[in-house]
DNA sequence: CTGTATCCTAGTTGATACTG
DNA sequence: CAGTATCAACTAGGATACAG
């Protein structure tokens, strides 16, 4: 994430509490809304899975990406990751009570996306389709 | 957005209807989640402002973000763009009645981060605070 | 098996300057 | 005022190779 760090809104004279609020909040939003997060969470809701399989069951990740995004769950204790001392090495990944939550959270914007899924489509290519017409002005007298 | 598009989901045989409703999810949810829109976005909830306004009050945004993340909404249909045919040129853009739907939505997400930011710091502290001794192993038998 | 280290490219952002 | 154009960082992501 390239966010900007609580300074740039500090410097404006914002409350500290406030800043550290917004940040975290869009934060979480930003690693939610990344490219893979999402993802792995749905993936993870239907139960534990080890590492291969979450590279197989997420479509398309790179050992890279798998790897820092469990990091990043595992650091905000939404997932965690239990390592038998086995050999070859065994590692469960499972979606704890606080990731199950947060997962509970945003299917509530998953279910505002799939409701409005067809405005926005229906927005966007009417949106597309006008080339030449720019943005209509009505002068409001 | 560097997300992928959805051949990379389709070529792994996942049903078109389904991969463009996650496509179109993480789309909308990386909106929310980028560095600027959720400011944006909560800035124009109080009503209706122009460009300048803006970007006095999304602190630390360029115009160049500000424009994009303006063009971004307003192609989704969440935002108004209203240009008075006067001079000097003046554009208000406001909220429309989807923006301030999803807004809602969002709203819960960002009373979900409130609620447990506590947990969530307290998580990280707690896993930064581990150099040593990593990710415990519990052999279950 | 489960990662980490390295390299490389493509996309994103911010600063700055300029236009209608 | 409300943007766009251009350029220079900067970053994220994939590929690959390697390590414990």
Redesign the pocket.
Known sequence: ??H?RGADLAQRGVAPDCVQTIELVRDVLARVG???TLLTITVLASGPL????L?EQVA?????????T??ALTRDGLVT?T?YPEV??????ALTPLGRSLSEAVDGLVHWVRSHQGDIVRNRDEFDQTPAAK?AASPHA
Chains 1, 2 share one sequence.
Request: hydrophobic share 35%; charged share 25%.
């Open positions: 994430m390239t900007l990344d490219k893979w080890r590492f291969t399989a590279h398309g990740i790179s050992q890279r990406m798998l790897s820092q469990l990091r990751r390592a070859p090495p065994r590692v469960e990944y943005t």
